[in-house]
Nanobody
Framework: QLQLRESGGGFTQPGGSLRLSCAAS????????IGWFHQAPGKEREAVSS????????YYTDSVKGRFTISVDSDKKMMHLQMNNLQPEDTGIYTC?????????????????WGQGTQVIVSS
């Protein structure tokens, strides 16, 4: 059983940065895929980034490419989402997840574990 807990959400102005972290207990397994999801107010949750721990390949949805970076610590106990140049449309709940699978254009094809979510507000 893997437990995930996010931290690092908060408020920032447009153009600002936030770094989200997700603590994994006991740790992220080698054959696992991880990812971050975003749910904007009144909208469905959507995946924004994923990563295969085994291959190290990372994936991003078009709206965050060049602005967000997914990473995992070497001890596999923390994963992060660095978010730069944040815009109001990035506002919402961000949730980390872990599971399995890697295709040609995305990892985390099956989600087995979810965090509880952390709120990000981008507003002037």
């Amino acid at each position: 059983q893997l437990q995930l807990r996010e931290s690092g959400g908060g408020f920032t102005q447009p153009g600002g940065s936030l770094r989200l972290s997700c603590a994994a207990s006991p740790f992220i397994f080698e054959d696992t895929a991880i990812g971050w999801f975003h749910q904007a107010p009144g909208k469905e949750r959507e995946a924004v980034s994923s990563m295969s721990i085994k291959t190290g390949r990372t994936y991003y949805t078009d709206s965050v490419k060049g602005r967000f970076t997914i990473s995992v610590d070497s001890d596999k106990k923390m994963m992060h989402l660095q978010m730069n140049n944040l815009q109001p449309e990035d506002t919402g709940i961000y949730t980390c997840a872990a599971g399995a699978g890697e295709g040609d254009r995305w990892a985390l094809l099956v989600v087995d574990y979810w965090g509880q979510g952390t709120q990000v507000i981008v507003s002037s």
